[in-house]
């Protein structure tokens, strides 16, 4: 009985917050037509802090509310994390682009070459979980085919259905394998923003050393390696260098 009690609760609290968060949210929808941009970042900040509740729509608006006051580094921080939540959003791509080019490093992409690049887009082609229903859908053909092949009564079906069945097996294997590595592909991408107006990346994860370059705010790092206070970080040009890990922000916490 207490555990049902407890159970009703729980379902209770949350139908309060996710309701509470709606008001919330619509009170700062309407404040951003207003144009009190930051009365209007103000709730979506709380939405995001005290009910921790996210998505796409929360923090493309509040991108659009840092960008209307100038603020670049906050806004694609939070168009970055609406990408991240809903990738195919064009308004989310065309408002980022448009943060982005206010940005002043400018920073080349090193295209990528070899396998490594062409395993990388194979398994981007799809998510971490459509590979795996995927994979789904393929074993549920297999089982379909065993069953075929079970109640054929000629030869040639027989054979059809025992191919199809090894077709369908090695299918299965790559897809669970795409799934995966996209899935260690994910772990491993740790997209970050800088957030001071200006930093300098070191050669070595110490005040005292040498600088190898300086950053501007609302430029992309990746982070790879973090030691105490500093983090280490690659752009897309392939430079590399420590940075202190309170001047940028990690999209993926």
């Not at 919330?24 to 930051?38: C, G, H, I, M, V």
């Not at 040498?210 to 105490?228: I, Q, S, Y």
Request: charged fraction near 25%; hydrophobic fraction near 45%; proline fraction near 2%.
């Amino acid at each position: 009985m207490k555990k049902l009690i407890y159970i009703v609760v729980l379902i209770t609290n949350f139908i309060f917050a996710q309701e509470n968060a709606k008001k919330q949210f619509d009170s700062a929808n309407e404040l951003y037509r207003k144009e009190q941009y930051t009365q209007a970042i103000d709730k979506y900040e709380s939405i995001l802090s005290k009910d921790k509740l996210e998505s796409a729509e929360l923090y493309f608006n509040l991108g659009n509310c840092y960008y209307k006051l100038g603020k670049i580094a906050p806004s694609i921080y939070n168009f970055e994390k609406a990408a991240l939540l809903n990738p195919d959003d064009q308004a989310i791509k065309t408002n980022l682009s448009f943060a982005q080019k206010r940005t002043i490093d400018d920073i080349k992409v090193m295209p990528k070459v070899g396998f490594s690049n062409f395993l990388n887009k194979t398994t981007a082609v799809f998510s971490y979980d459509i590979w795996a229903w995927i994979a789904v859908g393929l074993s549920t053909m297999v089982l379909l085919f065993f069953i075929g092949y079970y109640f054929s009564s000629t030869t040639i079906l027989k054979r059809i259905f025992f191919l199809g069945m090894f077709v369908l097996i090695g299918f299965i294997v790559i897809s669970i394998s795409c799934a995966f590595l996209q899935k260690q592909l994910e772990r491993n991408v740790r997209p970050a923003i800088v957030f001071e107006e200006l930093v300098n990346v070191k050669t070595e994860p110490k005040t005292s050393s040498e600088n190898a370059f300086m950053l501007h705010e609302g430029t992309k790092v990746f982070v790879k390696e973090t030691l105490d206070n500093w983090k280490r970080i690659e752009l897309t040009d392939k430079s590399e260098g420590w940075i202190k890990k309170e001047a940028i922000k990690e999209l993926k916490e």
